[in-house]
């Protein structure tokens, strides 16, 4: 059981839009604003997209955008293609405790 | 070109100790706080273990408390993560993943990871 609630797949149609959700509580997510967003394809280690909510690492589309609402972390990819199909990992602060909480991860179907 | 090099997995039996190492190299290596994340085959990411900068700073996941140590030797680019007492759930491929500041806030550099596999 994972700390952050992500919907275990998603899918959508090259071109279209998506947005995977990742929910937390008020003692990370909803506390700091130090949420991240990975993409890992099958076989490759895993790759920075988002941090700090809503900035893109330089070399990221700006297809890949975030954002935050309570406790609830989004990332939407605009404009799906085929090599965005991969398994996505939201990522929180939690505290000087708990530390780091990762998502259960989603896995996109670009179909 | 920054890079990421960890070594040290392999197969032990449970209760054994394994030390991980990660070999940094392209970037200024103390300048930045760096973690340990772990997946089991399969299963989704984990976040192990984090150390500051200047070592003043370190975190451990629940599952690995007292058991896993981190360390690292700004002199030699490298972090270690000691593992001791050692279950079957902690079979994975470890990733030594470096921070974007000196303190926990992404993980934008990440290594090919090294197989810890715990088995008798």
């Known amino acids: 059981q994972s700390a952050l609630t992500q919907p275990a797949s998603v899918s959508g149609s090259p071109g279209q839009s998506i947005t995977i959700s990742c929910t937390g509580t008020s003692s990370d997510v909803g506390s700091y604003n130090l949420v991240s967003w990975y993409q890992q394809h099958p076989g490759k280690a895993p790759k920075l997209m988002i941090y700090e909510v809503s900035k893109r690492p330089s070399g990221v589309s700006n297809r890949f955008s975030g954002s935050k609402s309570g406790n609830t972390a989004s990332l939407t990819i605009s404009g799906l293609q085929a090599e965005d199909e991969a398994d996505y990992y939201c990522?929180?602060?939690?505290?000087?405790?708990?530390?780091?909480?990762f998502g259960g991860g989603t896995k996109l179907t670009v179909l | 070109e920054v890079q990421l090099v960890e070594s040290g997995g392999g197969l032990v039996q449970p209760g054994r100790s394994l030390r991980l190492s990660c070999a940094a190299s392209g970037f200024t290596f103390d300048d930045y706080a760096m973690h340990w994340v772990r997946q089991a085959p399969g299963k989704g990411l984990e976040w192990v273990s984090g150390i500051s900068w200047n070592s003043g700073s370190i975190g451990y996941a629940d599952s690995v408390k007292g058991r896993f140590t981190i360390s690292r030797d700004n002199a030699k680019n490298s972090l270690y993560l000691q593992m001791n007492s050692l279950r079957a759930e902690d079979t994975a491929l470890y990733y030594c993943?470096?921070?974007?500041?000196?303190?926990?806030?992404?993980?934008?550099?990440w290594g090919q990871g090294t197989m810890v596999t715990v088995s008798s």
């Open positions: 990522c929180s602060y939690a505290g000087s405790s708990t530390y780091v909480v």
């Open positions: 993943a470096k921070d974007r500041f000196g303190e926990l806030d992404a993980f934008d550099i």
